[in-house]
């Protein structure tokens, strides 16, 4: 049997010491975790909670997160890769057996197929013999993120917005101890986002949320949905502008909730949140370091005792190289429980009220973000700002990646001490996980499986009610509930919502016009104009993303810089299989092809993609690759055909565009 640390709410003290006795409860330890297989990521979780692990936080892979059953074409490569595989009701037995739901906090990090994998979860709760009012956790279910930083969406904005809000009205009905959104700030962030950005845009996620939310539950119960609204933050580098934004989080929510919904009892204004700390400045080169910013940035959602995370999980020190051991991960939960038990953090009420330092810096964050609110607001709120904020993440990242290529912002190991002794920690062939090759085979096998066991009279008469009440406005969740327990698909109810909505491609940030960032570029502007002279019509780079990879933030800066470099770039976005970049590379006349691929999924996707690329008659344009790619796979990928690979280490964008033109230099291939 598992148990777990309930959760608490910060309280304010007056004085200093606290006694014994009012020491405070830790956080919740999580790690973010599930690959391969449901019964593989069950053998995790029991281990991780018999080492100290109070809540757990699952990873969904890519085709449960985007609504695909793990057979569809798109899903090739991706299952299993960047989380568990949950196809049906079997496959979410199996990720639980032997864990009390009634007893767990769980944290499940699904957007656009919350409502199905929340069904889900209450169908195998009801199966236990749990209290299904009693559970405790999260669904994510912040899809407006998705459109601009994360990519796994299903459908357009306004039906989206209608199933978080149909998930949390639900909730409050049938599920009240359970947190029904968590808005999603944490890949904003990873997407570039500025402190002000990541406060505004998230609140004015929040905001769309409950404006449409106020429908859907009665007037006397809404203040408690307030309060039941979570975020989910990062935590950078810059541990004392963090600790300083989580301070403005705090005062900005209880501002809203207050003025605009008129919110009176404190406690649902509470801003409650869980945080993953930075994966975005994990380094390749020198990962050992990756220890110590882990570390620092915990502190910024931990020192702070008016402003301390609910809950927290840690990346593992290695995942810019691959997927972490379960050593891995344990080394990153006695790091939380080190900070919880050894020191004396808890003991002590806030240690920076009254800083007139920490006091400037909040409320210079408050103003940035209440400047982005109003321009948000003006537009009409977050769903129809999107391509705004999209727009806005893309230029902030651009303005990070500048700063390391300048070498304004230090990045140790990166560009400067960047001599140094090899890790031992990196040495040997067990020095990441790599996923199980036969796990794809075996989750088809058990879906086609699962398929000719069930009752299909039930599953087709399920996917009817699904659709009607898709299509008529009524709450999403009693049919998807009915559907889970009879068998229906994770693919079969995305191609339901896919039916009853139709299908979206969101905003990609990139504009066509160069921006006004030229310093550093004429060099290769002058060899992109002098090989576009030579080829007789200006150099045409393709930019691709196969499969469900919805990263796509290097993709953007990649395609970003060529353009701003004089090539003619064409770049649609994400989720492409192979057959439709080889028709864009022949319809475009590409001269060179890249591709980012950050799931795992580089070697089965690029193979197809070349053999393709060869029977169209493409196989002279020359296809750079990017992603999170072992040496050995890099080996791999040349021996198929690929001209270059890049990996996180390789943060010059404009040696990346200098390959470019090399490549495509009709002189240079001659001379080869």
Not at 188 to 205: K, M, R, S, V
């Amino acid at each position: 049997m598992y148990t777990h640390t309930q959760e608490s709410y910060p309280t304010r003290f007056t004085g200093g010491l606290m006694t014994e006795t009012k020491k405070d409860r830790p956080w919740l330890f999580r790690t973010y975790a599930g690959h391969s297989t449901a019964k593989a990521s069950n053998a995790l979780y029991k281990g991780n909670l018999a080492k100290g692990q109070t809540g757990l936080s699952v990873a969904f892979d890519l085709p449960t997160q985007t609504g695909y059953d793990s057979d569809h074409e798109l899903s090739r490569g991706e299952v299993g890769k960047v989380g568990v595989p949950v196809a049906h009701l079997g496959d979410m037995r199996t990720l639980f057996s032997e864990i009390p739901l009634d007893q767990m906090n769980t944290s499940m990090t699904i957007n656009a197929t919350a409502p199905w994998l929340l069904s889900l979860y209450i169908a195998v709760a009801e199966e236990q013999g749990a209290d299904v009012s009693a559970l405790q956790g999260t669904v994510q279910n912040d899809i407006i993120k998705e459109y601009l930083s994360r990519g796994t969406y299903i459908c357009p904005p306004q039906p989206s917005l209608r199933m978080i809000t149909d998930v949390a009205a639900y909730t409050r009905e049938h599920l009240p101890k359970w947190n029904p959104m968590n808005v999603c700030s944490y890949h904003l962030q990873e997407a570039g986002a500025t402190p002000e950005q990541e406060l505004a845009f998230a609140l004015a996620t929040a905001t769309a949320v409950l404006d449409d939310l106020q429908n859907k539950v009665p007037a006397e119960h809404f203040p408690a949905m307030v309060g039941r609204i979570s975020f989910f933050v990062n935590a950078g580098i810059r541990f004392v502008t963090e600790m300083c934004k989580m301070r403005a989080f705090v005062d900005l929510w209880d501002e809203i909730t207050r003025e605009r919904y008129g919110v009176e009892d404190p406690k649902f204004r509470r801003f409650r949140y869980g945080v993953q700390v930075n994966s975005l400045g994990l380094t390749e080169q020198q990962p050992e370091n990756n220890v110590y910013r882990i570390l620092i940035e915990m502190l910024a959602v931990t020192l702070s005792k008016n402003a301390r995370a609910r809950a927290v999980q840690l990346p593992a020190w290695n995942e810019a190289l691959g997927l972490p051991r379960p050593w891995d991960q344990q080394w990153s939960l006695r790091m939380q429980q080190i900070m919880a038990f050894e020191t004396d953090l808890l003991e002590y009420d806030d240690l920076f009220d009254g800083n007139p330092a920490v006091g400037r810096k909040v409320e210079a964050l408050k103003d940035g973000a209440r400047a982005e609110l109003a321009t948000i607001d003006a537009m009409g709120g977050a769903n129809e700002a999107i391509e705004y904020m999209k727009s806005r993440l893309v230029e902030a990242n651009a303005n990070r990646i500048t700063g390391i290529e300048d070498g304004d912002t230090t990045v140790v190991g990166v560009n400067k001490f960047q001599q140094h002794e090899e890790s031992p920690l990196t040495a040997g062939d067990e020095a990441i996980m790599v996923a199980d090759k036969d796990a794809e085979a075996d989750q088809i096998n058990r879906l086609n499986q699962w398929k000719a066991d069930r009752d299909d009279a039930k599953v087709q008469d399920a996917l009817k009610a699904l659709r009607e009440a898709a299509q008529s406005g009524v709450n999403i969740m009693p049919a998807s509930i009915q559907a889970a327990k009879v068998g229906v698909t994770t693919g079969e109810w995305g191609d339901m919502i896919r039916t009853a909505f139709g299908q979206y491609r969101g905003p990609t940030g990139v504009s066509r016009n160069p921006s006004n960032r030229t310093e550093g570029l004429d060099e290769i502007r002058q060899r992109v104009d002098a090989v576009s002279d030579k080829l007789g019509r200006r150099l045409k780079f393709l930019v691709g993303k196969p499969g469900l990879d919805g990263h796509s933030n290097g993709a953007e800066q990649i395609a970003a810089r060529a353009r701003d470099c004089g090539m003619d770039i064409t770049y649609e976005g994400i989720r492409l299989t192979p057959d439709e970049i080889v028709a864009a590379a022949q319809k475009d006349e590409a001269h060179v092809v890249g591709l980012s691929i950050l799931s795992g999924s580089h070697i089965p996707l690029i193979r197809d993609l070349m053999a393709k690329m060869n029977v169209a008659g493409l196989g002279h344009i020359p296809v750079v690759v990017g992603g999170i790619i072992p040496e050995e796979d890099a080996n791999r990928l040349r021996a198929m055909g690929v001209s270059k690979v890049y990996t996180p280490k390789d943060f010059e964008l404009n040696v990346i565009m200098n390959d470019l033109v090399t490549l495509v230099d009709p002189q240079g291939i001659a001379a080869e």
